[in-house]
């Protein structure tokens, strides 16, 4: 089956712990995407790839680092510079970054530091 | 930057009463995408509208963009309990290229009661 894969769906982390999360896609697509989902809130773009070795930016973006050294993979690392890290994190991707693209959303991984 | 405002932020119905909800941006959009999730889940790519005007259905579900490219809705005819999650919609800036990602509103949460 061709999709997204997000792991671990749940993961507890001690405050000031570094923790990555892990995104795999098998799409072939060059766009991966980031977001991250409060409670009762839209998505928030944190950092995107439009192909290997490159990323940027997103809205934000602080207390967070990603790497794309494969097409496959996109891994999140949720550093302990991040003064909120609870929450709902999705990964996405997308055919080619045009922004005509649709975005497919792995099944996302809850976030709790403790 | 831009902004995507969606309105209601909570809409409870009785299943079989009709559903809308709307989406307005700050800035022109060059295409206006729908997502739904539901409770738990991940967001699910419904439709894309990139024409000013266009109207597209989906069995019980009527989108459309407006004329201006700046507005968009979402109708649920007769909804059923299945339609139950909350919906959102997204899009890019108008202008310029590349993955910026997706700007999303803070989505309709639809509640349904038997």
């Known amino acids: 089956d061709g999709g997204i894969t997000q792991s671990p769906k749940y993961l507890f982390r001690k405050e000031g712990q570094n923790v990555t999360l892990s995104c795999e896609q098998n799409l072939n697509h060059d766009a991966m995407y980031w977001y991250r989902q409060d409670p009762g809130q839209g998505l928030r773009l944190i950092y995107y790839?439009?192909?290997?070795?490159?990323?940027q930016k997103g809205d934000i973006a602080e207390g967070y680092s990603v790497s794309r050294e494969k097409k496959e993979s996109f891994p999140l690392t949720v550093t302990s510079a991040q003064k909120n890290p609870t929450a709902f994190y999705l990964c996405a991707s997308s055919i080619s970054g045009s922004r005509t693209d649709t975005q497919y959303f792995g099944p996302g991984t809850r976030l709790t530091v403790l | 930057g831009q902004q995507v405002m969606q309105i209601p932020q909570y809409q409870h119905v009785q299943e079989g009463e009709d559903f809308t909800t709307y989406c307005n941006s700050s800035t022109t959009l060059s295409n206006i995408q729908w997502y739904k999730q539901r409770p738990g889940g991940h967001p699910v790519f419904l439709i894309q509208l990139v024409k000013s005007g266009e109207v597209k259905k989906q069995k019980r579900l009527t989108f459309q963009f407006g004329e201006a490219k700046k507005n968009s809705s979402l109708h649920i005819t007769a909804t059923q309990t299945t339609d139950v999650g909350t919906y959102f919609c997204a899009g890019p800036p108008g202008s310029g290229g590349g993955a910026d990602g997706l700007t999303f509103g803070k989505g309709t949460h639809l509640i349904i009661q038997p």
């Open positions: 790839s439009q192909i290997v070795n490159d990323f």
